[in-house]
């Protein structure tokens, strides 16, 4: 018997509104649907070095599908690791779009930016691992549903320009990534401005910004916990 897929991020938020006037703000905000969800590779110096990758000199991205967003609500759910292997966290400071953007200039980013919250970028390790080394697109590692988890979006001019914005997760009350936007290669606003100038970028798009060092692999019962702030949430690993 086949699973219903899970509900959309869009109505799991517009169902699920806290009473934080931050979380009310931004959720009246973002009305358009997801249309595509871009990552950025590599963004932290430190994480680059401890998967023995070479540090960028430009953003590196990818992309991730609507299809592949779930509500942290609904849970984090590991694809069977006996078929696929080993699922990592990613965890990052992530961006809404409130307007479209075209060879955006930093004062529109600015103004286009309509909710910040947290995601979690997961990973299929070892088959993207194996689908390197063939010289294969891994998008089977990164694109499969369930494979970006993102909390609720919070307004974002409780963040000022992102220029020093502190985030961590954890894991089983451990802490296990401590983020700083200040170690990014690319700083928020560079980001958008520079992928408005590689593709258009629409309302409703979802900008993963990168994830730092200490990822790792998650296994059945493990407990979450992200914190962006004062704000916090939890889930269970499934």
């Known amino acids: 018997m086949s699973q219903s897929p899970p509900m959309s991020l869009v109505n799991v938020v517009a169902a699920n509104v806290s009473d934080d006037d931050s979380a009310v703000n931004a959720n009246q905000r973002l009305r358009a649907p997801i249309g595509k969800v871009v990552c950025v590779g590599r963004n932290y110096v430190a994480h680059a070095h401890e998967l023995g990758n070479e540090v960028p000199t430009a953003p590196m991205l990818f992309m991730k599908p609507a ?30 779009l409130s307007a479209d953007l075209s060879a955006a200039t930093i004062e529109e980013v600015q103004q286009a930016i309509g909710g910040v ?50 985030y961590q997760l954890y894991i089983n009350d451990a802490l296990k990534q401590d983020g700083d936007t200040a170690l990014m290669l690319f700083p928020v606003y560079e980001l958008l401005v520079n992928i408005s100038h590689a593709f258009s970028l629409q309302a409703g798009d ?33």
């Open 67 to 96: 299809s592949s967003v779930v509500s942290i609500g609904q849970g984090v759910i590991r694809p069977n690791p006996e078929m696929v292997g080993e699922t990592h966290y990613e965890t990052e400071l992530c961006v809404q």
């Open 206 to 238: 979802v900008i993963m910004t990168g994830t730092p060092s200490g990822v790792g692999v998650l296994h059945a019962g493990d407990q979450l916990k992200l914190k962006l702030g004062e704000h916090e949430w939890q889930a269970q690993v499934q």
């Open 117 to 166: 919250t947290l995601g979690l970028d997961l990973t299929l390790r070892d088959l993207q691992s194996e689908l390197k080394e063939k010289g294969h697109p891994w998008e089977r590692a990164k694109c499969f549903d369930g494979a970006c988890v993102l909390a609720d979006w919070l307004d974002p001019q409780a963040f000022g320009d992102f220029s020093d914005v502190a």
